[in-house]
């Protein structure tokens, strides 16, 4: 039998067809890698027909220079870690750009998701989600529609998922969708040039879904201004009423031709938060969407605090609210409040008394509570007595709870006659004891944005239910009418964004103040270290809309981790020291050794550590008796110091009286006549003591406000070790760093200064690990 019968016969056993084989046969290069490819995985005794098509993928994508990881690939692909085509193209385009480093195996099974399990649950969710923004196309062109798009948006957001179980399912839910292919699905559609597909002109359709392959920035995501610009279609200012929804009333024309002349035909949105608490990750969302719409189409955006409810505000609040928008890079055109126009809100509900479109009711709010209560005894009293009741609510001659004034409107989830006005003798932070009467969200929020001439009333997807409320307000009382545009909210899994909880976390010393950093309020990710060019970032990721989004936390790291991977200059942090003392120390005395800020860029400049004779390590550099993969410091095997331009290697193990090593006795040679040593580790000399604060999840679980997950509630999943203090040594160079300067701790993680340093003690909060950690996935 002839060697090429050898070749032939092996290649059948893993299920190639005979014209497949030989044509393998015709490419010498690939018929060798598959050969060997085959004997490895015999060897590991895999089930050759079941792993068959992925050797042969191996075999055709294996690049000459690291053919040498075949072994191992092949081990990986028997033992079920690198199970599909992508997961083996990512293994080896890791390969090829580390040629010439050691391989770190936990970096390299994350960068091909090993151990990534893709439920059916999850592809399920996705793709009904995908299908739901191509809906209207696909039952439009309904089996000419190109379901590949589906596939490859799916395959996006689901990376490791199984290709085939992806086709299946939206094999599954287009059928559904369409039902059976009908005579007229197989009839032949002359191919015409595809139509524009028209921008979302109303509420009730989706907006547009942002595309992240559109125009990149540095860290790969599209950005905010460029999402604004091209990938959010809102209508024009002044074309209110060409969006679906939008009540035209015979002034409509006339009060936009009013609106357009006060603005210029500017773009004005608002972000109007309730000073009742801090502001969490959601709200970047918020803040992104608004300040940069207005941002990239040349308009203004106002910051308005929504102060309707005396009892709760703080001035603590308007101050942090403030803060955390200046520091996402945004200046409001204008702070107001919703209290600056209580005057004008009051003379409006008179008008709608006056019109019978508002009553005084005295039912109690535990009745009206729900959505069926019962009808008001109250709602069709005369207009004189309803502006008498109102006038003694305003003076104060009626109790709290007494009553209300209502709006003779149904919401569109059947909630009738909401509230507009309630009684609150409680001084208000602006206006003193001016009022004892105040007004609704209902009532002031689209009145203040019509006073504002706001054209884009950008809000979440739970306010979608007040928009016939917001039209219906407006128009009644005949003023300009702005146009609500709702998305979905941005909800982060492993947190409690709730101001309520936060506050009860706080008040059971779970975490210390609403910056605490492991929370998810924007103080405290600032506290923590996030950029906030990251976070502006992370939120254009996600786009814009009308479906919730809720993401691991690792998503917005990984964001933080592109960003300060170019702007963290690196430093020399021990966490765990180990003494270590140069035997032959060479040089005469201590000497600075220049060390680059940027090792990838040497442009970026350099800082300069002392290097003497004593120097410490981390501990867990350096064990007694190595295993087989460990390449750093023990007694038969030397390391380098980073750096440095030395290697050293153990002569002495020093140990207290219970046989813990407590100190190195160490020679030295310069690199450049040592034999190459298997790792350079950091170190630090003559250090600075520092205190590192080593954050982790605050919660056990996705959702820690899952009653099923979590029956004991959301202070019972509190994770214990979710904060560890160490007292660390640091280079000098960290001796004059400011408060939130940011640092890569070299091959720890990246780090910022807490404000809780002093002069005589550097506290540094971890920010996010070097490398996202494939456990958490």
């Not at 692909?77 to 385009?93: F, H, P």
């Not at 395959?155 to 039902?179: F, H, P, S, Y």
């Not at 006549?673 to 950091?682: C, G, L, M, Q, R």
């Not at 000399?685 to 509630?713: M, T």
């Amino acid at each position: 039998m002839s060697a090429q019968d050898d070749f032939m016969k092996l290649f059948l056993t893993i299920g190639l067809s005979e014209q497949k084989a030989v044509e393998t046969l015709k490419n010498d290069v690939l018929s060798k890698h598959l050969k060997y490819v085959i004997e490895e995985a015999v060897k590991n005794k895999g089930s050759l027909k079941e792993i068959g098509m992925l050797l042969y993928h191996l075999a055709a994508r294996i690049k000459v220079q690291i053919s040498h990881f075949i072994p191992m690939l092949v081990e990986y692909i028997v033992t079920k870690k690198l199970d599909s085509q992508q997961r083996i193209d990512a293994a080896l385009e890791y390969l090829l750009s580390h040629l010439k480093e050691d391989l770190n195996v936990k970096e390299f099974e994350t960068s091909c998701g090993v151990g990534v399990i893709v439920s059916p649950e999850e592809i399920e969710h996705v793709v009904e989600k995908v299908i739901k923004k191509y809906r209207e196309e696909l039952l439009e062109k309904r089996y000419r529609f190109n379901v590949g798009t589906i596939m490859q948006e799916v395959r996006t957001m689901l990376k490791w998922a199984d290709g085939k179980a992806i086709k299946n399912e939206v094999d599954l839910q287009v059928l559904d969708l369409l039902g059976p292919k009908t005579e007229a699905d197989f009839s032949q559609v002359k191919q015409t040039k595809k139509a524009k597909v028209s921008k979302p002109s109303g509420e009730s359709k989706p907006i547009e879904t942002v595309a992240v392959n559109g125009v990149e920035n540095s860290l790969g995501a599209i950005s905010i201004s460029e999402m604004m610009k091209t990938k959010v279609h809102f209508h024009k200012p002044g074309e209110n009423f060409k969006t679906d929804g939008y009540v035209v009333t015979s002034n409509t024309m006339k009060l936009l031709q009013e609106h357009l002349k006060i603005t210029g035909g500017q773009v004005r949105t608002r972000f109007p938060p309730e000073p009742n608490g801090i502001l969490h990750i959601g709200h970047a969302k918020a803040i992104n969407i608004n300040f940069g719409y207005a941002a990239a189409h040349d308009g203004i955006c106002f910051l308005r605090y929504d102060d309707t409810n005396p009892e709760k505000e703080e001035e603590k609040f308007f101050i942090g609210i403030k803060d955390m928008v200046e520091w996402l890079g945004y200046k409001p055109y204008k702070v107001t409040h919703s209290s600056d126009y209580f005057d004008e809100l009051y003379e409006y509900a008179v008008l709608l008394i006056k019109k019978g479109l508002a009553y005084v009711c005295h039912q109690k709010q535990e009745e009206i509570k729900g959505f069926n209560p019962p009808p008001s005894p109250w709602r069709e009293r005369p207009i004189e007595e309803n502006l008498r009741l109102f006038e003694d609510m305003k003076n104060g001659k009626l109790e709290e709870g007494e009553a209300t004034l209502r709006m003779k409107i149904t919401l569109e989830e059947g909630k009738q006659d909401p509230v507009a006005y309630r009684i609150k003798f409680f001084p208000h932070h602006r206006t003193g004891d001016k009022w004892c009467i105040y007004p609704t969200y209902d009532y002031t929020h689209c009145l203040c944005d019509s006073l504002e001439h706001i054209t884009h009333s950008l809000c979440t997807k739970e306010f979608q239910n007040r928009r016939s409320s917001y039209y219906w307000l407006c128009n009644s009382l005949d003023v300009y009418c702005p146009v609500q545009w709702e998305y979905g909210r941005l909800n982060m899994n492993y947190t409690v964004v709730s101001k309520r909880k936060i506050a009860k976390l706080i008040t059971e010393g779970i975490v210390k103040d609403w910056d605490d950093p492991r929370l998810f309020t924007l103080s405290a990710l600032r506290r923590r270290g996030f950029p906030p060019e990251a976070i502006n970032n992370f939120c254009a990721q996600m786009g814009v809309t009308g479906a919730q989004a809720v993401v691991d936390p690792q998503m917005l790291e990984s964001f933080v981790r592109d960003f300060l991977n170019t702007t963290a200059p690196r430093a020399m942090v021990v966490l765990e020291p180990l003494k270590v003392k140069i035997i032959n120390f060479p040089l005469p005395k201590t000497t600075d050794i220049q060390v680059p800020n940027f090792p990838n860029d040497p442009q970026q400049g350099f800082h300069f550590v002392p290097f003497a004779s004593e120097l410490y390590i981390e501990r867990t550099d350096f064990k007694e008796a190595g295993d087989k993969g460990y390449r750093r410091l023990t007694p038969d095997q030397p390391v380098g110091l980073r750096h440095a331009g030395y290697v050293i290697s153990v002569t002495e193990v020093l140990k207290d009286s219970q046989g813990n090593v407590i100190e190195l006795y160490v020679k030295c040679e310069p690199t450049s006549a040592a034999e190459k040593p298997k790792a350079f580790i950091h170190w630090v000399s003559q250090p600075l003591n520092i205190e590192v604060r080593i954050y982790e999840r605050l919660f056990k679980h996705k959702n820690p406000e899952d009653a099923n997950e979590v029956p004991g509630g959301f202070l019972s999943d509190c994770n214990k070790k979710s904060l560890e203090v160490l007292q660390a040594y640091g280079d000098l160079s960290l001796k004059n760093a400011r408060v939130y300067n940011k640092f890569q701790f070299e091959r720890i993680g990246f780090f910022s200064v807490d404000p809780d340093s002093t002069p005589g003690k550097m506290v540094f909060n971890r920010t996010v690990t070097l490398k996202e950690d494939a456990g958490k996935i």
